[in-house]
């Protein structure tokens, strides 16, 4: 049971690339969360799915789309990569969306 | 919208001894779950305790208790007997839910913990 997985780890960019990052729980758990984190400050959310087949914006939807592409997988893209979303990516699922949520351990972007 | 705040941005403590986190939270809503996270250099964040609005009762896990004080909107984290793995950064975290959904969590900034040997 390997929780909450998310690849690539590290990845650096350079300004207008795109690229995807990638994010799979074997919990069973219907919801699923992108946030970002920046330097000196909380996770802020970006995106998430409350259930398999929805997706919604967070607090900081800009330059970013998601796919729920099944009920293990939560997909986060970047299609044109910029200097401001240079962060650390954290992915989190729960059970039901409102309950507890449990995180993976991250994918630190660097945009240059 | 909610807002998270954690007034102390770094605390120092020496091991096994009790130390008392602060965070203050502004809401409207009367349905709402707080949360404390712990994230320790390996980055990942892991949580520490969970406190529903509705229960008067304050949560305890093993060393970690709250205070949490719904008028005032204030839920502190006190560890007691404190140990150097719990050397991280400590998130404060607010989630609402009511009959209209719920949202992600709201977070405070952080505050450092050091445990001193």
């Known amino acids: 049971n390997a929780g909450v997985t998310q690849t690539p780890k590290f990845q650096v960019l350079k300004t207008g690339q795109s690229m995807t990052l990638q994010c799979a729980q074997d919990m069973n758990h219907n919801s699923m969360y992108w946030y970002r984190q920046d330097p000196g400050m909380g996770l802020r959310l970006i995106y998430y799915s409350a259930s398999e087949g929805t997706t919604d914006k967070g607090e900081v939807p800009n330059g970013y789309n998601v796919s729920r592409l099944n009920k293990r997988e939560f997909s986060l893209r970047l299609e044109s990569a910029a200097p401001s979303q240079t962060s650390v990516y954290f992915c989190?699922?729960?059970?039901?969306?409102?309950?507890?949520?449990?995180f993976g351990p991250g994918t630190r972007l660097t945009v240059l | 919208a909610q807002t998270v705040t954690q007034s102390q941005p770094e605390m120092s403590v020496q091991e096994a001894e009790t130390v008392t986190l602060s965070c203050t939270y502004d809401t409207s809503e009367s349905n709402y779950y707080l949360f404390w996270y712990k994230q320790p250099p390996s980055r990942q964040m892991i949580l520490v305790i969970r406190q529903e609005a509705y229960k008067q009762q304050n949560a305890t896990e093993n060393r970690f208790s709250v205070n949490f004080q719904k008028a005032a909107k204030s839920f502190s984290l006190k560890i007691s007997d404190s140990q150097l793995g719990d050397t991280a950064m400590y998130f404060c975290?607010?989630?609402?839910?009511?009959?209209?959904?719920?949202?992600?969590?709201?977070f405070g900034k952080g505050t450092h913990l050091i445990i001193q040997p």
């Open positions: 989190a699922s729960s059970v039901v969306f409102g309950d507890t949520q449990y």
């Open positions: 975290a607010f989630m609402k839910y009511s009959g209209g959904g719920a949202d992600g969590l709201t």
